[in-house]
């Protein structure tokens, strides 16, 4: 098992930034590739940003490309994402999660966080 916390959501008027933070425990975190997702209200989960178990290979929806910025720390089991230039639209809970594979899709992954909301105000 793996569990998975998420911290570091909250408001921001838009144009700010926030940094994201998912502390992993569990089997071997390292191993697994980590994504992050987010589900406004009345919608799907969507993928965000995602990377590899290395940290080697990242890759982003377009709506997150040059603005958003996965990475994480093996030794610390920890994923963060930063976040800038944000806009209401960003507004959403944002989950992260763990897969074997990693994915852009949601079927790719095993574990989810439980969220952190961020809201983006105009």
């Known amino acids: 098992q793996v569990q998975l916390v998420e911290s570091g959501g909250g408001l921001v008027q838009a144009g700010g930034s926030l940094r994201l933070a998912c502390a992993a425990s569990g089997r071997t975190v390292s191993t697994y590739a980590m994504g992050w997702f987010r589900q406004a209200p009345g919608k799907e989960r969507e993928f965000v940003a995602g990377?590899?178990?290395?940290?080697?290979?990242?890759y982003y929806a377009d709506s997150a490309k040059g603005r958003f910025t996965i990475s994480r720390d093996n030794v610390k089991n920890m994923v963060s994402l930063q976040m800038n230039s944000l806009q209401p639209e960003d507004t959403a809970v944002y989950y992260c999660?763990?897969?074997?594979?990693?994915?852009?899709?949601?079927?790719?992954?095993?574990?989810w966080g439980q969220g952190t909301q961020v809201t983006v105000s105009s």
């Open positions: 990377i590899s178990w290395s940290g080697g290979r990242t």
């Open positions: 999660a763990a897969g074997t594979y990693g994915s852009m899709r949601k079927e790719g992954y095993d574990y």
